[in-house]
């Protein structure tokens, strides 16, 4: 068994770490368009039906693949915006 060395914890390299952690600049109001695709699906009543068809297929498959849609044009809003604002 190896004794800690005086003075820092083991395995480190010496270098002092701040308790000072940056701030993260990707606290936007348009990180909460995220949770859209993941509240929605959640809500049952909304799709546990077998009408309206939509050619054919009942509608609680056509709405799964409306909700990947959501998630996908969500995610896409977010990321252009925040890619925006950074440049």
Same mark, same amino acid.
């Given at each position: 068994? =190896?004794?800690?060395?005086? !003075?820092? +914890?083991?395995?480190? @390299?010496? +270098?002092? =770490?701040?308790?000072?952690?940056?701030?993260?600049?990707?606290?936007? +109001?348009?990180?909460?368009?995220?949770?859209?695709?993941?509240?929605?699906?959640?809500? =049952?009543?909304? %799709?546990?039906? @077998?009408?309206?068809?939509?050619?054919?297929?009942?509608?609680?498959?056509?709405?799964?693949?409306? %909700?990947?849609?959501? !998630?996908?044009? +969500? =995610?896409?809003?977010?990321?252009?915006?925040?890619?925006?604002?950074?440049?």
């Amino acid at each position: 068994m =190896t004794e800690p060395e005086p !003075g820092g +914890a083991s395995g480190s @390299d010496g +270098a002092e =770490t701040s308790g000072d952690v940056p701030r993260r600049s990707d606290r936007s +109001a348009w990180n909460w368009l995220l949770l859209l695709p993941i509240v929605i699906p959640l809500i =049952t009543p909304l %799709f546990n039906r @077998d009408s309206p068809r939509l050619g054919g297929i009942p509608m609680f498959y056509w709405l799964q693949i409306a %909700f990947i849609v959501l !998630g996908v044009g +969500a =995610t896409t809003i977010v990321y252009r915006v925040g890619k925006r604002r950074r440049s």
